[in-house]
């Protein structure tokens, strides 16, 4: 069962999908043990097809990090936070979590973009 853990603990994620934002950015962090990467492999896969047949979602993607290291990280644009809130308290999906190995600690968190002048563009 994969475990969740805030990535902020001032702002956990259940009280992020609360929000009203559009669009939203999903940053998913995950430690696994590296004997369950394979099993947190087919786990985020059957997640993330089920997820890209949500209304709202724009598109997902999955990075390891470098060197032998056992964190992943997801990110996936979605419409609103009420589009993500829908798919992410989805009884199928929270039944879904199950699958995850035991030593997979995820922390999801919402984020918007934001306009810094000459270096990001804004919404």
Not at 16 to 42: G, R, T, W
Not at 65 to 73: E, H, L
Request: negative net charge; proline residues 8%.
């Amino acid at each position: 069962m994969l475990q969740l853990k805030p990535l902020d603990e001032n702002v956990p994620i259940f009280q992020q999908i609360s929000s009203e934002v559009s669009p939203v950015i999903l940053v998913n962090i995950f430690h696994v043990a590296e004997s369950d990467i394979p099993a947190l492999m087919k786990a985020w896969e059957a997640d993330a097809n089920w997820m890209k047949k949500q209304p709202g979602y724009i598109s997902t993607q999955l990075h390891q990090g470098i060197a032998g290291s056992n964190v992943f990280m997801n990110y996936a644009l979605w419409e609103s936070v009420a589009h993500f809130r829908a798919a992410f308290t989805h009884p199928e999906f929270t039944d879904a979590l199950s699958h995850y190995p035991s030593s997979a600690v995820a922390s999801p968190h919402l984020f918007t973009r934001l306009t810094v002048p000459n270096l990001c563009v804004g919404p």
